[in-house]
């Protein structure tokens, strides 16, 4: 069966395929120099082949490291190499978006093609992003409700005591937690919602096919 999903490895065999001497699809010949960057390219797939061999005999080792382990009651050590597989996860992670990202970025480079193990890919672009200032945008929220309001007291049944209005409403935002506002209700109060918020451009991401069984 076939199907797309993120690829978390690569064939063995990906890494032996020659590198182009070309110039990428896409590209004028003349836009190309071949020089420093091929040579990074021939390091950095030496580098990725390399990580994937000892991550196979990483996994080959597993079993029978656990089990000592397990048997010497030493749960610690297996929990620090959990740390450390972690920790090399987010870097793998982080290389993975940097190479995508160099791809998504390059309008000249195929979004969509084939890898030299047969499987094909495709660089997708992710959904903008807005950050919010919710202190802000709740805080005036609060200024505008009660500005519409004369003659507003809310007296405590137990205490007999008077409360301070803007108080109670931000103790309700609070619990309500920090979504995003909506950007009608924002308006409706006199509000702009851009004054609130900032755009982010959304991640590149990269589906590979899982290919036949």
Known sequence: MTGLERATTSDPDWATAPVPTEAPAGRPLGAYTPGKGRV?????????????????????????????????????D???????????????????????????????????????????YEIVKGKDRKGWDHETWQRDVRRQVLSGLTDVTVVAVESGETVDVAALLAAVQAVHGAGAPKTTSLKALGLAPDDYCESFPGPWGAKITKGSD
């Open 40 to 76: 990074a390219w021939r390091r950095l797939v030496g580098h990725l082949a390399a990580v994937q061999a000892r991550v196979e005999a990483m996994g080959r080792a597993v079993p029978h490291a656990t089990q000592d382990r397990l048997e010497t009651l030493n749960a610690g």
């Open 78 to 120: 297996l929990a620090g190499a959990v740390a450390v597989v972690q920790d090399l996860r987010r870097d793998l992670a982080e290389l993975e978006a940097s190479l995508v990202r160099a791809i998504g970025r390059d309008e000249a480079a195929p979004k969509v093609g084939t890898l030299p193990d047969g499987r094909t």
